[in-house]
């Protein structure tokens, strides 16, 4: 055999039996290890596409109205490792810009949202994932929601190592006055090469939205107090954490979603009941600066 040909046989078994011992070799222990005096920025990018259904029932005639819908929003924040506490770390998180369009069927609507004067303070145990939360301004509910979003991507770690092969699962709750989250997510190790590890993710949620809790406390039908509506979300993804750096740089994925039950409502003569559904992309990405 000649030397460069005998060269690239070997290169290739070499090759081979890194990528065996990567992907089957000894557990992988994660630890989230924000570094002193780092800055880490985050970027969030959404895309939504459904169709809201309406049916209006009147005099006992049914009407139904369909509408396209297709909204799109990406956001930015940054977390600054301040210190320490005896539970763990602790991060000064500022929110950022929040930028997003939406398109109800043929209007289209651009919003801009800018929360300069607001900011949290999060302790994170390196095993375990955010554990405490300090927003300002105290008392604001959707503020505080906000921020506390900005973290469901962070599991709950596993406190021994894990092998590829191995899941987790990491279970959240989301909620304000109008709508809450109840949600899972199931993580699978697919893979550990190079310092990285990835995951296969597959998600659950159940969002139950208040109808009567709409602007003002008026509800969105003008006053009409309206039934909850329940809706579900089912999709997969993947995500990926930096062993060295001790942090989920990257999350992605789809989830498709759809009633399990409709926002009823009624008044005399008229009674109606609204829908959803649809299929959300999104992607989350954080780096140290």
Request: hydrophobic share 35%.
């Amino acid at each position: 055999m000649r030397g460069r040909d005998l060269f690239t046989v070997l290169m290739g078994a070499c090759v081979l039996a890194w990528g065996a011992t990567s992907a089957s070799g000894a557990p992988v222990s994660l630890r989230y290890g924000f570094r002193p005096g780092a800055v880490y920025r985050v970027t969030e990018q959404n895309h939504d596409v459904g169709k809201t259904i309406t049916e209006v029932t009147m005099m006992g005639q049914v009407q139904r109205v369909e509408t396209p819908t297709d909204q799109v929003s990406s956001g930015t924040w940054t977390a600054r490792t301040a210190g320490r506490t005896g539970d763990g770390v602790v991060l000064a998180v500022e929110y950022g810009q929040h930028k997003g369009g939406q398109r109800w069927a043929s209007e289209k609507v651009e919003t801009q949202d800018v929360f300069s004067g607001s900011s949290a303070s999060v302790v994170i145990d390196p095993t375990d994932g955010a554990i405490r939360f300090t927003v300002t301004p105290e008392g604001d509910e959707t503020v505080e929601l906000i921020y506390k979003g900005r973290f469901m991507w962070m599991p709950v770690l596993p406190a021994g190592g894990l092998k590829v092969g191995d899941t987790f699962t990491h279970d959240y709750v989301l909620s304000s006055g109008m709508f809450s989250i109840k949600a899972t997510d199931e993580y699978y190790l697919a893979q550990v090469r190079g310092g990285f590890a990835t995951f296969d993710v597959e998600s659950k949620q159940l969002m139950v939205i208040r109808m009567d809790k709409g602007p003002g406390g008026t509800g969105p039908m003008g006053g009409m107090v309206m039934d909850d509506m329940k809706l579900a979300y089912k999709g997969e993804g993947t995500a990926v954490f930096d062993v060295g750096e001790g942090i989920f740089i990257e999350r992605e994925g789809k989830m498709a979603y759809s009633n399990l039950e409709s926002g009823k409502g009624a008044t005399a003569g008229m009674a109606f009941a609204t829908r959803m559904e649809g299929v959300m992309r999104y992607k989350w990405e954080m780096e140290r600066r």
